[in-house]
C-alpha cells in the first residue's frame, strides 16, 4: 500500500513567519493530496487539497505545492497567527473514478505559533 | 449544508463491556463512511468503510465491528472492550470517495 511520511514531527515559528511542512507518498498512482488541521479535542478538518493534474494551489495564506516526479507535496502556511497552532496532517489517495478513496495519512505535524 | 454528528463525545467503559458509537450524516444521499482511531501521538488508523446500506470493509481485525443500518448512518461496536481500545473515535463521509469530511470524534477510555 502507499506510505506517506511527514516532516517535522514539530514546528515552532514566530507569529509573522512562514511555515513550511513537507510529506512524501511511495506510490506513484496516488493523484489526490490533502491536508488537514486538527485542534485539540477536536475532529481534523480538511483545509486545502490538491490533485495530481496541478502543480500548486493556492487560499489566502495557505498554499500547497506538488511534485509528481519527487513524489513530495508541501504544505505552506505565510503571515502565521497563533490560531494557526494546531496538528496539520497531510494524505495521499489514489481516486478511481467513482471507487472509494482511500486515505492514507501521514503522522501530523505540532504547529506552534508564538505571539 | 452537509453535517456530521457523532454521539457521544465521551465515554468510560470498563473492561469487558460492549460499546456502541454512532454517527449520522445529515444533507447528502449515499456517502461513503468511514470510522478511524486516533491512538496518543496523532496517527490515524482506518478501521472500517462503507460505500453503501450494508456494504462494509474491515481495514484491520480486530475487537470492534461496523454496520450501516440507514444510508447516512454508521455504528461502531464491540461485544467486549479491552484496554488497548482506549482513543478518540472518529468517523468522516465522503460524495464521491475523495474529500473526507471529519466529525467532531468521541473520546474512549476503558478503564
Known amino acids: 500500500g502507499e506510505n506517506v511520511e511527514q516532516h517535522p514531527s514539530t514546528l515552532s515559528v514566530q507569529e509573522g513567519d512562514s511555515a513550511v511542512i513537507k510529506c512524501t507518498y511511495s506510490d506513484s498512482a496516488s493523484n489526490y493530496f490533502p491536508w488537514y488541521k486538527q485542534e485539540l479535542g477536536k475532529g481534523p478538518q480538511l483545509i486545502i487539497d490538491?490533485?495530481?493534474?496541478?502543480g500548486e494551489k493556492k487560499d489566502q495564506r495557505i498554499a500547497v505545492t506538488l511534485n509528481k516526479t519527487a513524489k513530495h507535496f508541501s504544505l505552506h502556511i505565510t503571515e502565521t497567527q497563533p490560531e494557526d497552532s494546531a496538528v496539520y496532517f497531510c494524505a495521499a489517495s489514489i481516486l478511481e473514478g467513482s471507487t472509494l478513496g482511500r486515505l492514507y495519512f501521514g503522522r501530523g505535524t505540532q504547529l506552534t505559533v508564538w505571539p | 449544508s452537509q453535517t456530521i454528528h457523532q454521539w457521544p463525545a465521551t465515554l468510560v467503559q470498563p473492561v469487558g463491556s460492549p460499546l456502541s458509537l454512532e454517527c449520522t450524516v445529515e444533507g447528502t444521499s449515499n456517502p461513503n463512511l468511514y470510522w478511524y482511531r486516533q491512538a496518543a501521538g496523532r496517527g490515524l488508523q482506518l478501521l472500517f468503510y462503507s460505500v453503501g446500506i450494508g456494504q462494509i470493509s474491515s481495514e484491520v481485525p480486530q475487537n470492534l465491528s461496523a454496520s450501516r443500518p440507514q444510508d447516512r448512518q454508521f455504528i461502531l461496536s464491540s461485544k467486549k472492550l479491552l484496554l488497548s481500545d482506549s482513543g478518540f473515535y472518529l468517523c468522516?463521509?465522503?460524495?464521491?470517495?475523495?474529500?473526507?469530511?471529519f466529525g467532531p470524534g468521541t473520546r474512549l477510555t476503558v478503564t
Open positions: 468522516a463521509w465522503s460524495p464521491s470517495g475523495d474529500e473526507q469530511y
Open positions: 490538491i490533485r495530481s493534474n496541478v
